[in-house]
């Protein structure tokens, strides 16, 4: 009962939130992710660097996310990585072209480390001496 409740309250202030979405984004965001985040309704509930219904993009930076991860959990919310938060509705109608966008940006606010599933590996030369 609790789950159905969460995304009943997470998808009425969505509701509530997106009808000035256009108005309320701030200056922070790039016109083009500003753009598609008024399109998918994703500025009704985030924000660069403030808490709303969902926490900031920096926040979501600061889990060290990778691209994909993040676009996998805006298909597949987790509401237990954010524990204080309503769950967040499964946004399965982004494509992945403009969530992977989305996910890139985000991601750029933690320093711009760019962050993919490919984990780099090192090999140490090393020499002997004679």
């Not at 009808?19 to 985040?37: E, G, K, T, Y």
């Not at 900031?56 to 204080?84: C, F, M, R």
């Not at 769950?87 to 711009?112: F, H, R, T």
């Amino acid at each position: 009962m609790k789950k159905p409740f969460g995304i009943l309250i997470a998808s009425a202030a969505l509701a509530v939130a997106s009808f000035d979405a256009n108005a309320q984004a701030p200056a922070d965001i790039p016109a083009d992710m500003n753009a598609l985040m008024t399109k998918y309704t994703c500025i009704a509930c985030h924000r660069p660097n403030q808490r709303l219904v969902g926490p900031a993009y920096v926040d979501v930076a600061k889990k060290n996310y990778s691209d994909e991860e993040i676009v996998n959990l805006i298909y597949n919310p987790i509401p237990a990585h954010w524990p204080g938060y309503p769950p967040m509705a499964p946004m399965k109608q982004v494509p992945k072209e403009d969530a992977m966008k989305l996910a890139s940006w985000i991601n750029s606010l933690d320093g711009g480390a760019k962050k993919s599933s490919t984990k780099k590996t090192t090999t140490k030369k090393t020499t002997k001496k004679a």
